[in-house]
């Protein structure tokens, strides 16, 4: 990575070049519906559309740029890949889709891993090649990553692994999951038997299983593992660091600098969006956004909307944050995923008949698209600790009230 | 919808300010101190009110050739919401609307001759309000020309501190539009103040009737009145609104201290999630108001409010309301029995909740008039 910060100008004529190469290739809608997250990669024509879509974004060389140029980046400094981010955005282009190569495994590798690692895995990553996943959840014990029993055993050069793993996005369609994994059951503390692994999907006692989603769709899978043998050099951060591992694997999500390859990891949805969509829906003979009640509380939605972006803004302003400095940051989430479920909700509550119609009608308004939003959005109260494990961090950790 | 404002900042003005009220209103205004002026009849301390003439506070928007800062409206916001947080309750949102109006209006002689004077800590009052409704555009209240002078006929309601109050800005209609007046306390008639009783004891109001109030012409401000008015109400929902965001604060932390010492069925009651979860909403809501309230402060300058700065304000007010009246139904509710009395400090809460949000309009009034600017 180049360590010479670019001037604005030369970031303005960078942003210039991408923007004018997207006008030209950012590709017109294939006619079915398109994930908004990679979460919900549910079809094989979904698969191969942004497969191939990721792929050209590579080529053209707008993807991991600031990612080192033998392993398939253009070793510039990050700021370009934060232009290119903005301008995917702005175009509103379909999603970078193998998000847990891109944001996860790859930083880390390129942190922590051998040159062989680095130069197997990163250039599958971005080229979309090479598909990951991501093997933390287990049936048993979703938000309590710390508590995770799939058992890896030493065993010559192999480690023998049995348990299984849930929620794992396209795991039917993954080549590796980043693997979680106890080495050690019988250590004190439950973070110190933890083993992070650079797993292979395809060979003897792997399987997966696909999980079909409210809406119908897949995406998820649960993978199960019987005395699959996976080699030792899969291991990655040492015996026992796991833990430490896959905390560090979660900072790379913020961002070029931290070192994600960038991208656009979902489709961002607005209230813009949908007040634009519910423009020619009728209630009482007139249009839906002439009546009142309606009125007050889209309004009432922009204005959450709205404060998650000044919350974002005001976090980095010392003063405003110093009675409860942790507050902005650690309730993030929940304020988004659930701000995200109230609007969707309503985009679909508000449309009289029309909202008792689902995807694949040709009637529904944008395709169904707000059903299918909705539904899919408890991907993010859930995933990642739901809401109410998040109400408890914040009212012990913020608040200081006594554990539940 | 149009690409949304999104400036926050708080310059390093801002910054000393938040820092120095915090520690005068904690120390002037501690809860027993607030409990001492509920039944007293100025409803505030006169040595305090002072003390913040001499900080300079009155005068934070004042241009420096009157004797203020020229800092801008923006900078009385941190103090107003430490006030706030010290459920401190002064004339100083009211006085420094009324310097505000006079600047607005640009009227060079009522500045000269008023605007130093309240600086230095004259009281001075609006008179917008006559009756409930906040969001009524007419204006009953008349002047009529009486031999150079003018002769008012009508009354107002909630004017803040009228008992002591110097001066009072009046809206009236004279020759069929509308104006502000510079009302002398001494044109008053005798009994023309009737003292209302507020649901918030912190608060002082009263009904006046200017009717045959007899003023010199020239104390009329120039300027598009009209506009001064709607500006005056943005600017009064966002003073509101900063102290209802500190006020949220405090009933929280008075709520989270009991949660964290109240033991029931062998357990601190806040290790409940019934509890728990409700105050991570209402800090939620607090951290939303703040945010509104300072981008708000961000956007307000000496020039007519645009649609960005109204919208701000607005949403300032509307949020600050509601997360100031959830944070003390829950403060009440979660205290228990304890909760229900006059003793437990709850109740000073959840009566301020009640004022603070009619303030100015409620947020529903605001709401409304977002709705137009946002959605048509």
Not at chain 2, 358 to 373: E, I, N, T, V
Request: glycine residues 10%; aromatic residues 8%; charged residues 20%.
């Amino acid at each position: 990575m180049s360590d010479h910060a670019p001037s604005a100008s030369e970031l303005a004529d960078f942003r210039a070049e991408v923007s004018g190469w997207l006008e030209e290739h950012n590709p017109a809608d294939p006619g079915f519906l398109l994930p908004q997250t990679f979460m919900e990669v549910g079809s094989d024509q979904q698969l191969e559309f942004l497969r191939e879509w990721q792929h050209k974004l590579w080529s053209a060389g707008y993807l991991g740029v600031h990612w080192p140029e033998q392993y398939g980046g253009r070793g510039m400094h990050p700021a370009f890949q934060n232009e290119i981010n903005r301008e995917l955005r702005r175009h509103r282009t379909p999603i970078t889709f193998n998000v847990i190569g891109l944001g996860w495994a790859g930083p880390l590798i390129l942190d922590i891993g051998t040159e062989e690692d680095k130069a197997k895995y990163i250039k599958g990553i971005l080229s979309a090649e090479d598909i990951w996943c991501q093997g933390f959840s287990e049936p048993d014990h979703g938000s309590d990553l710390g508590n995770a029993q799939t058992r890896a055993v030493r065993d010559g050069d192999d480690y023998i692994v049995n348990g299984s793993k849930i929620w794992t996005t396209m795991g039917n369609y993954a080549k590796y999951m980043i693997l979680l994994a106890r080495t050690d059951p019988t250590t004190k503390r439950k973070y110190d038997g933890l083993s992070f692994f650079l797993s292979p999907m395809h060979g003897t006692g792997i399987d997966t299983r696909p999980i079909q989603k409210i809406t119908g769709e897949y995406g998820f899978t649960e993978t199960f593992f019987t005395d699959a043998r996976i080699p030792s050099s899969c291991l990655i951060g040492g015996e026992g660091n796991g833990w430490r591992v896959a905390m560090q694997t979660l900072q790379y999500e913020r961002g070029a600098a931290a070192g994600a390859a960038g991208g656009q990891v979902q489709v961002r949805v607005s209230i813009a969006d949908l007040i634009d969509e519910v423009r020619s829906v009728k209630r009482d003979g007139a249009p839906l956004l002439e009546d009142p009640v309606i009125r007050d509380r889209l309004v009432q939605l922009i204005m959450d909307e709205k404060a998650l972006g000044l919350a974002d803004k005001r976090s980095t302003l010392g003063d405003l944050n110093s009675d409860y400095p942790m507050s902005l940051l650690l309730s993030y989430k929940l304020r988004v995923s659930e701000y995200q479920r109230r609007m969707r909700q309503y985009g679909l509550e508000i449309q009289g008949g029309l909202g008792g119609l689902y995807v694949g009608d040709e009637d529904t308004i944008a395709g169904g698209f707000w059903q299918r939003a909705y539904f899919n959005n408890f991907a993010t109260t859930i995933g990642g600790g739901t809401s109410q494990i998040q109400c408890n961090i914040i009212g012990e950790q913020v608040l200081g009230l006594p554990k539940s | 919808m149009k690409k949304s404002n999104m400036a926050i900042g708080l310059s390093e003005e801002q910054g000393m300010l938040l820092d120095t009220a915090r520690e005068f209103c904690r120390d002037r205004s501690a809860i027993p101190a607030v409990r001492a002026l509920l039944q007293s009849e100025s409803g505030f301390d006169a040595q305090v009110w002072q003390e913040i003439a001499e900080l300079g506070w009155l005068g934070v928007a004042v241009s420096e050739a009157h004797g203020g800062s020229g800092l801008g409206m923006g900078s009385a916001i941190p103090i107003v919401e430490c006030m706030g947080k010290r459920l401190l309750s002064t004339p100083y949102i009211t006085t420094v609307l009324v310097a505000e109006a006079l600047q607005r209006a640009q009227s060079h002689a009522l500045c000269e001759r008023h605007l130093p004077a309240i600086v230095g800590g004259q009281i001075a009052t609006l008179a917008l309000l006559e009756s409930e409704d906040w969001g009524e555009e007419t204006i009953e209240l008349t002047a009529t020309d009486a031999g150079g002078d003018l002769q008012l006929a009508g009354s107002k309601t909630q004017v803040a501190y009228a008992v002591q109050a110097e001066l009072f800005l009046v809206s009236l209609t004279y020759q069929d539009e509308a104006r502000l007046l510079l009302v002398p306390a001494s044109a008053l008639g005798e009994g023309a103040v009737r003292r209302q009783t507020n649901i918030d004891e912190t608060r002082r109001s009263s009904r006046v009737d200017f009717t045959g109030a007899t003023v010199s012409s020239d104390h009329l401000l120039s300027g598009d009145a009209a506009a001064i008015i709607r500006d005056l109400r943005l600017l009064g929902a966002l003073l509101y609104a900063a102290e209802a965001a500190g006020s949220t604060a405090a009933c929280m932390d008075l709520t989270v201290d009991y949660l964290k010492t109240r033991k029931q069925f062998g357990h601190l009651i806040g290790s409940y999630q019934s509890l728990k979860h409700p105050m991570v909403e209402v800090l939620c809501d607090m951290d939303n108001a703040r945010s509104f309230v300072y981008h708000a402060a961000t956007l307000v300058s000496e020039a007519s409010l645009d649609e960005d700065a109204e919208s701000a304000c607005r949403m300032a007010k509307a949020q600050a309301s509601e997360a100031l009246k959830f944070a003390a139904d829950r403060a009440v509710q979660f205290h228990g029995g304890m909760g229900f009395t006059y003793e437990c400090d709850a109740q000073l809460y959840i009566r301020r909740a009640q004022w603070s949000q009619q303030a100015f309009g409620d947020a529903y009034h605001h709401r409304k008039r977002l709705a137009s600017l946002l959605l048509d």
